[in-house]
């Protein structure tokens, strides 16, 4: 069986700078996926048209808009790319040119030409859920979704925030906090025996 090889992380995008190549459906779906998950996100969108949807959403983030055409420049201090143009040679051109300053980038629907894929989220207050198909079915990853979702109780918010009262009352060292946290959350699991 194929093995998903993938190392995940939860990046504090307020913190970094972002930028999304392409002003159409695509580049509209990323900055929604990205500002919906973390909406202070600091995005930089370059493309010579946006639709209005994207402007909208824009605004609603203060989401820098540049109206050009790629050029290498537009990378100058950023972190992360996302290139979502319907041209392939110019989302070529911004993987070669990422790559070449050690940028993280993901060429839209080209997993070769991406560093990083922006999987299914689910959001319940502190609790994140990130799921990864390896870039193979974002369709599976989008049921999966729903389905966490579904499963995962609206209060699991005041649960995190209640255990982390309780974790901050724990006195010893690392390996006995880590006991008793364990302890205290292995009934939120019900084993199968």
Do not use: W
């Not at 900055?31 to 930089?44: E, H, I, Y």
């Not at 946006?50 to 824009?58: C, K, N, S, Y």
């Not at 050690?102 to 560093?115: E, G, M, Q, T």
């Amino acid at each position: 069986m194929e093995k998903n090889e993938l190392y995940p992380v939860f990046l504090k995008v307020s913190n970094l700078n972002v930028l999304i190549v392409g002003g159409g459906n695509v580049g509209l779906e990323k900055l929604t996926f990205l500002l919906k998950s973390s909406p202070n996100a600091r995005v930089q969108m370059v493309a010579p048209e946006f639709l209005p949807a994207t402007l909208e959403l824009a605004e609603k983030h203060n989401v820098d808009i540049t109206r050009e055409a790629y050029s290498e420049n537009f990378l100058e201090g950023k972190h992360i790319v996302v290139a979502s143009t319907d041209k392939p040679e110019v989302n070529e051109q911004v993987y070669q040119d990422c790559r070449n300053r050690s940028i993280l980038v993901n060429v839209a629907d080209n997993p070769p030409f991406c560093d990083f894929y922006m999987g299914g989220i689910v959001t319940k207050g502190n609790v994140k859920v990130a799921i990864s198909t390896n870039g193979k079915s974002p369709t599976t990853a989008k049921r999966l979704r729903q389905f966490f979702e579904d499963v995962l109780p609206e209060n699991i918010d005041e649960l995190v925030n209640n255990l982390n009262e309780y974790r901050k009352t724990l006195k010893g060292d690392f390996e006995q906090k880590v006991e008793a946290l364990n302890e205290f959350t292995k009934g939120l699991v019900n084993k199968k025996d």
